[in-house]
């Protein structure tokens, strides 16, 4: 069956580099596109960004000059990476196939 | 980038009530809707895709519509378990954007 799992470090440290993996399983990533949403306590959810069966990838505009999601197809592995992070990226980060299945989420908390 | 308005952030309703949910887009993006329930520390579940398909296992009681570039979510008979917050996502240009979400209580 179709299943994601986000993994990731928990803790950041503001102005670093956040680094997050989804794991894949029953579907490949060359014929279905994942997409990350993140959703900071309390509050609603954001699409960050997509990256396509092709390999190609849209970015949420806001977040376009930090994020960047790339994959690798022999793993069914989709990373995340986002630099400078801040405060305010304390969130839950989901990864989802074209958001109909979706991971059960990684906490991220920046903080010093 | 396509702005989808959730214009009730709570709503409160009894038990075998009908309830409707509304998510107005700011411009036409056709079928191109889905609409999520998401449950206190649990990621969201699709419920409909294309603006009035049923996602598999999801209950009959919920179904989907639109007028235009409104969309609307309906609960047939509201049960316990539909409790949570709803969110419609646009899929049909990028950024896809969701719904500020309502928030869906038991009176």
């Known amino acids: 069956q179709v299943q994601l799992k986000e993994s990731g470090p928990g803790l950041v440290k503001p102005s670093l580099t956040l680094s997050l993996t989804c794991t894949v399983s029953?579907?490949?990533?060359?014929?279905?596109?994942v997409i990350w949403v993140r959703q900071p306590p309390g509050k609603g959810l954001e699409w960050m960004g997509v990256?396509?069966?092709?390999?190609?990838?849209n970015y949420n505009s806001a977040l376009k000059s930090r994020l960047s999601i790339s994959r690798d197809t022999s793993k069914s592995q989709v990373f995340l990476k986002m630099n400078n992070l801040q405060t305010e990226d304390t969130a839950m980060y989901f990864c989802a196939r074209s958001a109909d299945f979706w991971g059960p989420g990684t906490m991220v908390t920046v903080s010093s | 980038d396509i702005q989808m308005t959730q214009s009730l952030a709570s709503l409160s309703a009894s038990l075998e009530e009908i309830v409707t949910i509304t998510c107005q887009a700011s411009?036409?993006?056709?079928?191109?809707l889905a609409w999520y329930q998401q449950k206190p520390g649990k990621s969201p579940q699709l419920l409909i895709h294309?603006?009035?398909s049923l996602a598999d296992g999801i209950p009959s009681r919920f179904s989907g519509s639109r007028s235009g570039t409104q969309y609307s979510l309906k609960i047939s008979r509201l049960q316990v378990e539909d409790t949570g917050i709803y969110y419609c996502l646009q899929r049909y240009s990028n950024p896809w954007t969701f719904g500020g979400g309502t928030k869906l209580e038991l009176k």
């Open positions: 294309s603006a009035t």
């Open positions: 990256i396509w069966g092709n390999g190609n990838t």
């Open positions: 411009q036409d993006i056709g079928n191109w």
């Open positions: 029953g579907f490949s990533l060359s014929s279905y596109g």
